[in-house]
């Protein structure tokens, strides 16, 4: 399994379901393990949060060093969600 997340929202170790999974679906090193993880992660009650932290942790890295689904969505979705956010971010700061 990928990086187990667990974060805590207003109570303490709330889990993602990721977290009772023993898999490596995470890792999503194939199509399959990548559709399943996202279709898991739309059910995850921590879904926004462990997308956020994601974000917050990754930067601007690159795809390539960005590791496996996380919040629902691949590390290329996520560096394009990140791109998108921050060029917003530079317009309106204009
Ligand atoms: S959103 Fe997905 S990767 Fe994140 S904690 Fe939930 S199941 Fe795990």
Redo the contacts with the bound molecule.
């Keep these: 399994m990928?990086q187990a997340?667990v974060?805590e929202i207003n109570r303490p170790a709330l889990?993602?379901?990721?977290?009772l999974?023993d898999s490596h679906v995470?890792d999503a090193e194939t199509e399959p393990d990548r559709d399943y993880?996202k279709r898991?992660?739309g059910h995850?009650?921590?879904?926004a949060a462990?997308?956020t932290n994601?974000l917050e942790e990754e930067g601007s890295s690159l795809p390539a060093v960005r590791a496996?689904?996380?919040?629902?969505l691949t590390p290329q979705e996520r560096h394009a969600l990140w791109r998108r956010i921050h060029r917003t971010d530079r317009k309106a700061a204009a």
């Design positions: 990928a997340r974060f889990r993602g379901l990721c977290d999974d995470w993880a898991v992660c995850c009650p921590i879904e462990c997308l994601a496996g689904v996380r919040g629902g």
